[in-house]
């Protein structure tokens, strides 16, 4: 007879309500806090709603009015150095947090607007309708909302996307041995994605001091949460991940918080990630001035039955019967929050004469159109006065030394001067160095910084931006194979590279993604593609890539100093070659923006990187054509080095561009674009293109190799730029 045991979850999962006595034991200070909070978020939305009615926002308005208790209840008795992030739906989260900032966690409910606070109404107000003077400089507007130093790290337009950062955040609190926790705020709809789960396994296997904090507000949209899973208790997602969860009612501020002292001090003494719920209700749609019920998705008896438990009302209602307050002087608290609220928009706001009775936006406050690409990245000033070195040309004395240990040499090298460097990555602690000895020794000497990952590429890709983005330490994320970034998309390319952009071009990414191109390794079709034409295409990144191990060492130092994310790319055919590296010096920087003209040449110009420069180099010999052989470096836009680029084609009229991998996605499309923009006129024939096909390269060998280019390709391509020289040479 088979045997049947249950087995019981690990961590607790437990329902929280208030009691007479919870709401007696309240300090009077905390219950006046809250009300104030409440009614200052609730009359600042509702302003928002009146301009989104006129027309005034630009995009939509998540509201959070009826829902207000879940942020206040959670985040009152947070410090500033204590974190939250939010989604799309925030500005309930944003200002709580920040209002508790600048108050110093102590509102007067008889002079409730301080000038501080007035000044917070008006920034929120402001980078909501995208205006210059919001906390973005209007570049965030209602979805990106973002106060650093208030510990508000930035909420989020992409469902769930916000959660891996928040990760990232909350190991920096731990790392740096203080006791402040991260909050990330997310709805129903959210617990479904990937990205939460991911951190949910992610933060609790490393024992992060992270709240997943759940508003369920029972749609997504008008998709209700019974629809979407099977369990809508979304708390007991928490238990298969080992996490203790708390669900409580969201309509009772208090019992929120009281859930939360619970969770902080889970939290606070390193015992890990915790699980909120809290039950809320939205009292509007999706967005915009109109209820759910407006759109067929909810009856109005339903929203009348949450309304008649409105978190404003209740707290109001529990400090009158405590005396602590009279109707008067809750109608009062009320006005304050009114009054300066529509201040607030007094001040961004003017009769329009164009349309009489309506509003407009004052003209003035936009932002400048010119300051549209403004901080896309930095301005690398962060690099000057670095110690910069041509090892190829120096004339020192040398080792001679593989690529892959020059890799595993240089980081080694920074994590021994610099502490705050952290390198994580799949199987990067075993092996000897990860999957090819790249980070090999590192482990023995920092176990502490080395961090071998769970295979989730969005989780712990997102969570070395969260680390990026808090500042403290310095990320190395490591992909095992390109590929991967699609896995990785929402970090890479929404969250890292458009972060310091979209919160307003002021805050530093400083993350080092490293990949190996590993083309002609029979890996097949889901691992041998060349990343850089999709980051060369994606806003923030710069790209560097080395085709000898002693650039390697200086390109990564200068990733590493810079503040942008940097991606960083290796080849497995380069990693065994043997190259002179500048004895004992593990740090240089390769000068920043400057190619390397490898072979010079009057006849072409041929536009390379990675392995394809020796391959270039072979093939250049092999023909015999008098080409210019440019290894780029620096691959991104902004790093790219025009000047070397421009005096080459000004003195061959004749550009080949050399790559390895695949057409659709490849790096030369865009350079030959924009060559052919740059440099018409001294151009004899359009630019040539060395590439792989269309097809991502196969496991057969035959068909691998005929998936990409190598020297027979470059010799062809060779052959065509001959060809188009006409009849003059
Ligand atoms: C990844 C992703 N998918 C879809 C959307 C479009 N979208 C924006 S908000 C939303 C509903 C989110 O519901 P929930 O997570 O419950 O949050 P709520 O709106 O209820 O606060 C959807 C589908 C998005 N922004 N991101």
């Known amino acids: 007879m088979t045997e049947r045991a249950p087995l019981e979850a690990r961590a607790p999962w437990i329902e929280l309500r208030t009691t007479a006595d919870d709401w007696r034991s309240a300090s009077p200070q905390l219950l006046e806090n809250m009300l104030g909070q409440l009614h200052l978020i609730r009359a600042f939305e509702e302003v928002v709603l009146e301009l989104a009615g006129e027309g005034l926002v630009h995009g939509p308005a998540h509201s959070s009015i009826g829902q207000e208790g879940g942020a206040v209840g959670s985040i009152i008795s947070l410090g500033t150095k204590d974190a939250i992030n939010g989604s799309h739906r925030g500005h309930h989260q944003f200002l709580a947090k920040v209002i508790n900032h600048v108050s110093a966690g102590k509102l007067d409910v008889n002079a409730l607007v301080t000038p501080a606070l007035q000044e917070v109404l008006q920034k929120t107000l402001a980078e909501i309708l995208g205006l210059a003077q919001g906390y973005c400089s209007g570049r965030g507007g209602s979805m990106h909302l973002q106060y650093f130093e208030a510990g508000a790290l930035g909420t989020n337009a992409i469902v769930g996307g916000g959660v891996p950062l928040a990760a990232g955040n909350a190991w920096a609190q731990r790392k740096a041995l203080t006791d402040n926790i991260t909050v990330s705020y997310f709805g129903d709809g959210a617990v479904n994605i990937g990205s939460v789960l991911e951190t949910m ?125 009279d109707q008067a002087g809750v109608d009062s608290v009320r006005e304050q929050a009114l009054a300066a609220n529509r201040l607030a928009a007094t001040a961004l706001l003017e009769a329009n004469p164009d349309a009489p009775g309506k509003r407009r936006i004052k003209p003035e406050l936009w932002p400048d159109a010119s300051f549209v690409n403004v901080g896309v990245r930095g301005d690398t000033s962060e690099l000057n006065g670095a110690r910069t070195l041509e090892p190829l040309k120096d004339s020192g004395p040398k080792t001679n030394m593989k690529f892959v240990d020059a890799v595993a040499g240089v980081i080694d090298a920074a994590m021994e001067s610099d502490n705050r460097v952290v390198v994580l990555g799949e199987d990067i602690h075993r092996l000897n160095g990860g999957t090819n000895g790249a980070t090999k020794g590192l482990s023995k000497k920092y176990p502490d910084r080395v961090l071998g990952t769970p295979i989730s590429e969005n989780a712990f890709a997102g969570l070395g931006g969260g680390m990026a983005l808090d500042g403290r330490f310095r990320p190395i994320v490591e992909f095992m194979y390109p590929d991967f970034m699609w896995v990785a998309a929402d970090q890479v390319f929404n969250q890292i590279g458009k972060a310091r952009h979209m919160f307003g071009g002021q805050n530093p990414v400083p993350l080092v993604l490293r990949t190996k191109v590993a083309i002609g390794s029979g890996y097949g079709s889901q691992h041998l593609m060349d990343p850089a034409g999709i980051f060369a295409t994606s806003p923030g990144w710069r790209i560097v890539a080395a085709s000898t191990p002693a650039e390697y060492i200086g390109l990564m130092n200068a990733a590493l100093a810079l503040q942008d994310p940097v991606l960083v790319l290796e080849h497995v055919d380069l990693y065994q070659d043997l190259g002179d590296v500048p004895e004992n010096d593990f740090g240089y920087q390769i000068p920043f923006g400057k190619a390397n003209i490898r072979r010079e040449g009057k006849d072409a110009t041929v536009l390379t990187y990675l392995s394809m420069v020796k391959h270039s180099l072979t093939a250049v010999e092999q023909t015999g054509l008098d080409a210019e052989v440019i290894d780029l470096r620096w691959l991104d836009r902004a790093s790219i080095d025009w000047t070397t680029i421009e005096t080459s084609i000004k003195k061959t009229n004749n550009v080949l561009i050399v790559e390895q991998g695949a057409l659709g996605t490849s790096y030369g499309g865009w350079l030959a674009d924009e060559i052919h923009r740059r440099y018409f006129d001294w151009l004899d024939q359009p630019v040539q293109r060395v590439s792989g096909g269309e097809a991502s390269p196969s496991i057969s060998k035959v068909l691998e190799r005929a998936a990409y280019a190598g020297v027979e390709e470059i010799v062809a391509g060779i052959a065509r730029v001959k060809a188009g020289f006409g009849g003059t040479r």
């Open 201 to 325: 396994n992610l933060a609790a296997a490393w024992k992060l001091p992270l709240a997943f904090f759940i508003e369920n507000n029972l749609y997504a949209v008008s998709t209700h949460v019974s629809e979407v899973t099977a369990e809508p208790r979304l708390s007991g997602r928490a238990l298969g991940f080992g996490i203790p969860s708390w669900k409580v009612d969201g309509m009772d501020p208090l019992a929120v918080h009281l859930a939360m002292k619970e969770a902080e001090s889970h939290m606070r003494t390193g015992k890990g990630p915790v699980v909120i719920e809290a039950d809320v209700y939205r009292y509007f749609h999706q967005n915009g001035p109109f209820p759910g019920s407006a759109f067929g998705y909810r009856t109005k008896e339903e929203e009348a039955q949450w309304r008649e438990r409105d978190p404003l009302l209740r707290v109001a209602n529990e400090m009158i019967a405590l005396g602590l307050i």
